[in-house]
């Protein structure tokens, strides 16, 4: 039988599995013990104040959004390259959705393109780390601050990624909220954190996820039995549980080594794909020196125009699965009449061009030889 290639593939093992048997015996499902362990061990990892777990990265920006005042009209800033769920909350909130354009280089929002969106009505920025990448949070904080812009920064790809050695999450000056997907570096199947360092913000997000209920379940075991339930805030049922903390507290502590391991499988893209981006039919997206990144996915920008989706049927033939990380907004059948993409030149030209392969921690070096070998014979192929 051929082998399959896979895109992306959660890289467990034996612990979490009886980590997650241990939580189904011990008779308590939901928030409570495991999900405050997970979120002090979140804290300690990337030295912010406030980490709260929450069952998904797109109620975490929903819930960023409301905690933080949106109110129906607001104008917010975001690029098209994004995961839908975050236009889609924009949209359902009544917010009017700004399009902004990103740097080729990248794959990222640079701070001359958040500037030229920038209107009297923009209340809000939410960017994302293009596969893990590193923002210039720094310079778009500094221009959002002069405007009184708040900034939820979407990292849900970027857990581990660090700008001038200080992680992504600790940062002042934004919200940051993260992914816990099947198919990001750490998983629990499903869910996500928020990371603060305003204490304020982090208890109001508390309760609103919490139903507005000002203590949660846990919390409300060791009060006496006979109890009044009292919301304080118009909330919503957006809280983790101890099963998916279980997988999770497992996985945050292998982040470092699953980093260590993607760096090792990148390094072999470059030297494999060598010959392709130095005769430039290839390019790869670039990271600042300073910085590091999570090494979410493995994107190439191919210089060839309309050569992409050859190239992945190519691929797909020999069992090597690809992807599109993303499609722009502007693309989506829902969104063509509401939103306008032309403007968003280099978005346009990377969605035509990019493609994602595989990489995750169980690919083997001799598996990225294969890879890299079919997509040289594609081009060998082609002249």
Known sequence: ????????????????????????????????????????????????????????????????LVAMGAKKGDEVITPSNTYISTINTIYNLGLKISLCDIELSTGNVNEAEFSKKIT?????F???????????????????????????????????SKINNKYVGSFND???????????????????????????????????????????????KNTKNYR???????GYKFNFNDILSSIAII????????????????????????????????????VSKTDISAL??????????????????????????STIHYTPAHKHSFYKKKLNGSNLINTNYFFKNSLSLPFHNNLTLRDIDFITFQIKKFFNEKK
């Open 1 to 64: 039988m051929k082998k399959i290639y896979k895109l992306s593939e959660p890289y467990i093992d034996n612990k979490e599995i009886r980590n997650v048997v241990k939580v189904l015996k011990s008779g308590w499902l939901t928030s409570g013990p495991l999900t405050l362990k997970l979120e002090a061990q979140i804290r300690k990892k990337i030295k912010t104040k406030n980490v709260i777990a929450v069952n998904s990265a797109t109620s975490g920006i929903f819930i960023c």
């Open 120 to 124: 009297k009505k923009t209340k809000f």
């Open 126 to 160: 939410i960017p994302i780390h293009n596969g893990g990448n590193p923002l210039n949070l720094n310079k778009l904080v500094q221009i959002a601050k002069k405007n009184k812009i708040k900034i939820i920064d979407d990292a849900a790809t970027a857990f581990g």
């Open 174 to 220: 934004t919200v940051t909220v993260f992914s816990l997907h099947a198919n990001k570096l750490v998983t629990s199947g499903e869910g996500g954190f928020i990371t603060t360092n305003n204490n304020k913000l982090a208890k109001k997000i508390r309760i609103l996820i919490n139903s507005g209920l000002d203590k949660d379940t846990w919390n409300r």
């Open 228 to 234: 009044i339930l009292n919301v304080g805030l118009p």
């Open 251 to 286: 996985q945050i502590k292998k982040i470092d080594k699953i980093i260590k391991y993607r760096k090792k499988l990148k390094d072999r893209y470059l030297k494999k794909l060598n010959s392709l981006i130095t005769n430039r039919i290839i390019e790869i997206p670039s």
């Open 296 to 321: 979410y996915n493995f994107l190439i920008l191919f210089k060839k125009i309309n050569v992409r989706d050859k190239v992945a049927k190519f691929l797909q033939k020999k069992k090597i699965y």
